[in-house]
């Protein structure tokens, strides 16, 4: 079998397409044949080595979480699913490996595909979806008639995110680059504006500042906020998580697996209520040069790269 892994932290040129012998599924595992997966920034932190004291320090380290396949076989345990299922969900972080044609996840993060969905579109899902709706729900308690800002309304969970909130009832506003303020429009989100806005013109108004870039000051998402309210972060590092732990509104965050989230994310997807668009799809054997293209250039832009089988 092959994927695409590194033997040492460092940038894409460390990334290899090689053979690999995948284990069998373990007690809670099942291991799926894949048939596309999806880049996301956080690939490429665990890979330079960010995320190493989550991750741990083995080599060789598979690379990609988020997927859609066939189950081909199953782990002592397992009752949710057997061979011959179509799925969809993520990788454990400690061993990542969606870029395979095998791959090799825990239970807990994966749910049944719905058949709406292309495996394509299943694998743009997972960690902007359970992010987005964990954010909302869980961290922000955003409720119908309330407002949030999205710094970053176009992103992966920028987007998403603006999509479950109006689904539920609350009013969005968000910052994206000023070339793509009309498809921010269409999307619903009203006010946008660009990521060099003047907070003042919006103090005050929004009830969950949600930084999805991780780029916003202090002092711009307070002012942004309404008595009373919250801001999240999903970009963390040790700094943000020691602001996170001081009294205030301030909080950042990582979606955590979970089969619930998942499936309701789906679900919403398959109903047309959810869209991740989709910027480029490229065979396993074009992966490292598309990846490379991604994280150097930030090309394609407007939707994921899917990485499929081929």
């Known amino acids: 079998m ?23 599924p373990g007690r809670g595992e099942i291991l799926v044949r894949m048939r596309a997966a999806a880049a996301n920034a956080m690939d490429w932190k665990m890979r330079n080595g960010e995320m190493r004291l989550m991750t741990g320090r083995t080599f060789p380290r598979g690379v990609g979480n988020d997927f859609a396949g066939v189950v081909v076989a199953v782990g002592a345990g397992v009752t949710r699913f057997r061979a011959g299922d179509a799925v969809l969900g993520g990788t454990n972080l400690r061993t990542p490996g969606a870029f395979a044609e095998l791959v090799l996840a825990p239970e807990k993060s994966v749910a049944i595909k719905p058949a709406e969905l292309s495996f394509e579109q299943a694998a743009a899902l997972p ?7 964990q954010a909302l729900r869980d961290r922000g308690k955003l409720r119908s008639g309330q407002a949030v800002f999205i710094n970053g309304c176009l992103g992966g969970v920028g987007r998403a995110a603006a999509q479950l909130a109006l689904a539920s009832g609350a009013s969005v506003g968000g910052s994206c680059r000023s070339t793509t ?4 429009r269409e999307l619903g989100i009203d006010p946008v504006v660009g990521f060099d806005f003047d907070p003042a013109r919006l103090a005050g108004r929004f009830d969950l500042v949600f930084d999805t870039a991780g780029t916003l000051s202090a002092a711009t998402a ?3 906020l309404r008595p009373g ?3 999240l972060d999903i970009v963390p590092s040790a700094s943000k998580f020691a602001r996170s732990a001081l009294p205030g509104p301030y909080s950042v965050m990582m979606g955590r ?6 499936g309701e994310v789906a679900g919403m997807a398959a109903r047309g209520r959810l869209r991740v668009p989709i910027a480029r799809t490229v065979a396993l054997p074009d992966a490292i040069a598309a990846l490379t293209e991604l994280e150097r250039h930030r090309t394609p832009r407007g939707g994921k790269l899917i990485i499929t089988a081929g």
């Open 2 to 24: 092959k994927r695409v892994q590194y033997h040492r932290y460092g940038g894409p040129e460390v990334l290899r397409l090689e053979e690999f012998e995948p284990p069998d």
């Open 181 to 184: 303020e009309d498809e921010a």
């Open 127 to 133: 960690v902007v979806g359970v992010t987005a709706v």
């Open 257 to 262: 697996p979970s089969p619930d989230d998942l």
């Open 222 to 224: 307070r002012t942004l």
């Open 229 to 231: 309210g919250r801001i």
